[in-house]
């Protein structure tokens, strides 16, 4: 099985600290529907992790890398089917932004409370593929997965 390198912004800022997440559409039949995940996605031909993560936040989340200070990229999360090699980049806003959905792929986004993280994780129903054993039910969609793993690295003493 080919691996498939992605790539996804965590967008930091505030305190509490807050990281900006996004909500895939609902309404749309893919795998990631309903599910609550970081700006992200696959890394193109010749482009490095940081501009692919940068592209994706403004493809989906009006997120322009102008506005954006990378601070570093953190070890890469699989996802639980193997198939997908997720890098994430850290970074904060430069100045004020409004970020708002970009694609048809996105329905929502908003900044997430990282003090949630200090729950711990349940079951919880998701909207397109029955019961998720570890995440949390957050507008509408679930975190969860590799999005959740990520966060819990990163904020695992919050």
Not at 43 to 48: A, C, D, K, L, N
Not at 82 to 87: K, P
Request: proline share 8%; net charge positive.
């Amino acid at each position: 099985m080919a691996i498939r390198e992605a790539a996804v912004l965590v967008l930091r800022w505030g305190q509490p600290e807050r990281v900006l997440v996004e909500r895939k559409n609902c309404g749309l039949d893919t795998y990631w529907s309903c599910d609550i995940a970081l700006p992200g996605g696959g890394i193109r031909r010749g482009e490095s992790v940081v501009d692919a993560a940068l592209r994706e936040a403004w493809e989906e989340a009006w997120v322009h890398p102008g506005m954006v200070k990378v601070e570093g990229v953190m070890e890469p999360e699989m996802t639980l089917r193997g198939d997908n090699r997720i890098h994430p980049v850290l970074a904060r806003p430069r100045g004020p932004l409004c970020p708002m959905p970009a694609s048809s792929e996105v329905d929502r986004v908003f900044w997430l409370d990282t003090r949630l993280l200090r729950e711990e994780p349940r079951r919880v129903p998701h909207p397109r593929r029955g019961v998720i054993v570890e995440g949390y039910m957050v507008a509408g969609g679930v975190l969860w997965g590799a999005t959740l793993r990520i966060l819990r690295r990163l904020y695992r003493d919050a």
